[in-house]
């Protein structure tokens, strides 16, 4: 607790107020720190997160919300595949899970400046994802940013619409003994990687599981000796970690809170409000410890009518051992105060605080369902979501999280009059179907095709707009047929030769060797009859693209796709008698690195650090990052490519 308060006192409040009186922001990623992380991230003006988990990212958008701080941001896609081998529609599903936790300010990771003088690849950022102008895909990367701009123009009004808080139980990790904590980890033994059972044996114990000594296990031992909190690295088979990982699997929308923060929670009207945002209960699971301040606090809000729930047991003890026989009094003569009845037909106390009351049980659902606490049911169809609330009514961000195509009627908790759906990706908008659910909350009609997002805004009432263009396919798909030429247009390290082809797939199976170790971009062209029928118009379906694809149509640009849906809808006044279909698609940079590394170029050419490797297997003899081995990877248009009639 002592080193906590020294990071939050003696460091972080000193450097923010020092950066505002130069007239400057701070964001700062608090995470990895051995203190109470929501603390440090309340004391900066935008928390940032990196990473790929949820759970780790609500830790810096649960402090930007309760503290009323209007970004969250993120360092994205960092190390998100190996190097070279991210696409960018990759980099679009990692940003999706940023939004619906809450990132609102998406950053990329920085990308070297490079001398002009150094031959390709010039130099590179130690991590991937390479953002670089070097990079293959650097041409269509605008697709990818106009996305993110979109969707944060929705994400950057109005204010979060979360309902639960969740308390931080730091007291109870501050106040675990290190076995504990090793027993909690499964971290039983560290060595140089020489095995000794003979010493369990002589006990005639199991022979204990031995560690070999590595970079990560050294740093386990050391973050056991203090403790660093990462998201939930810390809270590893706690109750608490359990109850994120319900609430998030189960659609309610909710926020962590720390003990100094829950002191500037006020109680209006049966809510809690903080940093200007509506919550309707405060969850502690299972805390043993807890501080008289906090306890205190909880009682107050409960006496001005808030209902605040505790799932399995309430916190008996104080935490540290300061002042303890005057702390523990204090806690017990709040703790006093408080009489639980069993209600009928429930496995759930309650306690009656004055207006509010306190609720205690073994199931959170029902906990949560008692306290009347909403959730989104379109968890159940694989849909991650984030919800919003602006003066007019509600937005929500909705990600496809499945593996299959979602086309179904989409229930929301909100009570709304009408809504529209945004596509961010290929920038259409218009008026959703909806229709009335039992209970007066609304239901939408959604067409995500796995992978795919939009967004649902909804209105009090009834607006006029044009409706949606949803897909409605009115027949089978048609596969393209007749002779693709593949032109290499820009690229290297050479321009194979222009190839005639009879069906679409990788421009590394064409013949020759060049071809294997190109990355760069190939135009596909095909001339193209107009179907027979007179359909509304045409979806064209590239299949499986490797990796992004510019699509024009008789020299018209129709779109951009970056994934993971490669699809565009061809208008039937586009579509002349003869038409000249011309597809650009750009691979990554891995073909061509594993050539460098295959021919021995010294191409890694760094300050400070050398080109660390992500993946064991992709580590040479000195441990630097070795693509070598490397197959050359599909790239192009592998099809099949069909066309679709459209109603």
């Known amino acids: 607790m002592t080193i906590s308060e020294l990071l939050l006192e003696n460091f972080t409040k000193p450097w923010h107020s020092w950066a505002k009186a130069k007239g400057a922001m701070i964001r700062n990623q608090s995470h990895g720190s051995p203190a109470n992380i929501l603390d440090l991230y309340s004391a900066i003006d935008i928390p940032e997160t990196e990473g790929a988990d949820i759970l780790r990212f609500k830790f810096a958008t649960s402090a930007a919300h309760v503290m009323g701080k209007p970004l969250a941001s993120s360092e994205s896609a960092t190390w998100l595949n190996e190097h070279f081998q991210s696409s960018l529609g990759d980099v679009k599903v990692a940003l999706d899970k940023y939004f619906v936790g809450g990132v609102n300010h998406i950053f990329y990771h920085g990308t070297n400046y490079s001398p002009k003088t150094v031959e390709w690849p010039g130099w590179l950022f130690y ?39 969740l308390f931080l139980p730091v007291n109870d990790r501050f106040s675990e003994p290190l076995a504990a904590i090793r027993s909690r980890k499964n971290i039983n033994a560290y060595t140089d990687g020489q095995t000794t059972p003979e010493t369990d044996a002589a006990r005639n114990q199991k022979p204990k599981p031995v560690v070999k000594l590595t970079r ?28 994120a990982e319900y609430l998030l699997k189960e659609g309610y929308a909710f926020d962590v809170i720390s003990d100094k923060q829950v002191q500037q929670v006020q109680s209006l009207s049966k809510k809690l409000q903080t940093g200007g945002v509506n919550y309707q209960t405060i969850v502690l699971s299972d805390c043993k410890y807890i501080t008289v301040e906090t306890m205190n606090k ?41 009489h639980f009845k069993q209600m ?41 979501f984030l919800r919003r609330q602006y003066e007019n009514g509600y937005v929500y961000f909705i990600a496809n999280d499945g593996k299959n195509k979602l086309e179904n009627w989409v229930p929301l908790s909100v009570k709304t009059g009408s809504a529209a759906i945004f596509d961010p990706m290929m920038g259409k908008s218009g008026l959703a179907k909806t229709r009335k659910a ?22 009090p009432g009834t607006i006029k707009a044009n409706p949606f263009p949803y897909i409605e396919l009115n027949g089978e798909p048609r596969e393209l047929e007749g002779e693709w030429e593949i032109t290499f247009t820009t690229g290297g390290p050479v321009l194979p030769p222009t190839v005639l082809v009879r069906k679409t797939g990788s421009w590394t199976d064409v013949p020759g060797d060049a071809v294997k170790i190109f990355s760069g971009t190939v135009q596909y062209s095909i001339s193209l009859k107009r179907p027979s029928g007179l359909p509304a118009g045409w979806l064209l379906d590239l299949g499986q693209v490797a990796e992004s694809a510019e699509v024009s149509l008789n020299g018209k640009k129709l779109a951009t796709l970056i994934g993971p849906v490669y699809q565009v809808v061809i208008p039937a006044s586009l579509l002349k008698t003869d038409n000249l279909l011309q597809v650009d698609v750009s691979n990554g940079m891995a073909n061509r690195i594993a050539d460098l590394d295959k021919s021995g170029v010294d191409w890694k050419k760094f300050y400070n650090v050398n080109f660390l490797s992500r993946l064991a297997e992709n580590r040479n003899a000195n441990g630097i ?21 459209l109603k």
Request: hydrophobic share 40%.
């Open 127 to 165: 991590a991937a994802v390479h953002f670089t102008p070097v990079n293959s895909f650097w041409k269509d990367f605008s697709t990818l940013n106009k996305y993110v701009a979109r969707v944060q123009s929705f994400l950057q009004k109005g204010k979060p619409d979360n309902d639960v808080l």
């Open 216 to 243: 990560d296990s050294i740093d386990a031992l050391s973050m056991n000796l203090l403790q660093h909190f990462d998201g939930m690295e810390g809270f590893e088979n706690t109750m608490f970690k359990s109850s």
């Open 298 to 338: 909880l009682v107050n809000l409960a006496q001005s009518g808030a209902t605040i729930i505790f799932y399995k047991n309430m916190p008996a003890k104080v935490p540290g051992y300061a002042n303890l026989q005057t702390k523990t009094a204090a806690l017990q003569r709040l703790l006093s105060r408080v």
């Open 344 to 384: 009928k037909n429930e496995t759930i106390e309650k306690a009656v605080i004055g207006k509010g009351s306190f609720i205690k049980g073994d199931d959170l659902s029902q906990l949560l369902a008692f306290a009347k606490i909403r959730r989104e049911s379109m968890v159940e169809q694989e849909l991650l």
């Open 438 to 459: 039992p209970g007066g909350s609304m239901e939408v009609f959604l067409s995500l095709t796995a992978g795919e997002s939009c967004i649902v805004q909804t209105f």
């Open 625 to 645: 990052f070795d693509a070598s081995k490397w197959k050359p990877k599909a790239s192009g248009l592998l099809g099949p490519v069909t066309l679709i009639p």
